[in-house]
């Protein structure tokens, strides 16, 4: 059986740096305007759960867009994520299992 180490981590502040979500940004893309689905920022989302059985695209890979990805999927929505650039992602099970 493996053996693991549990690590407790603890800090005297939390920062949320949450500030870039509340400024809506939605570039020029052409077509948008003319695209019958919702077009819906980050500062809007609420839940996935209207988009149950639907195919829903994510832009970004940031904190927000990966997860509203996850609550879209856990809906059921068929959920697809562009990004720009490689990513590394991590489960919080990878974190929670990590050895020293």
């Given amino acids: 059986m493996?053996?693991?180490t549990i690590v407790r981590f603890t800090a005297k502040f939390l920062v949320v740096a949450s500030?870039?979500?509340s400024a809506e940004n939605i570039p020029m893309i052409p077509g948008l305007h003319s695209f019958p689905g919702d077009v819906v920022?980050?500062?809007s989302?609420?839940?996935g759960k209207?988009?149950?059985g639907m195919n829903v695209l994510v832009i970004g890979s940031g904190n927000?867009?990966?997860e509203?990805?996850?609550d879209?999927?856990?809906y059921g929505a068929n959920t697809s994520v562009i990004i720009r650039s490689p990513v590394c992602t991590r489960t919080i099970y990878y974190f929670l299992t990590w050895k020293h």
């Fill in 45 to 47: 989302y609420k839940s």
């Fill in 64 to 66: 927000p867009g990966m």
């Fill in 72 to 74: 879209l999927a856990a």
């Fill in 19 to 21: 500030g870039e979500n």
């Fill in 50 to 52: 209207s988009y149950s």
């Fill in 68 to 70: 509203f990805a996850y």
């Fill in 41 to 43: 920022h980050s500062s």
């Fill in 2 to 4: 493996a053996k693991s």
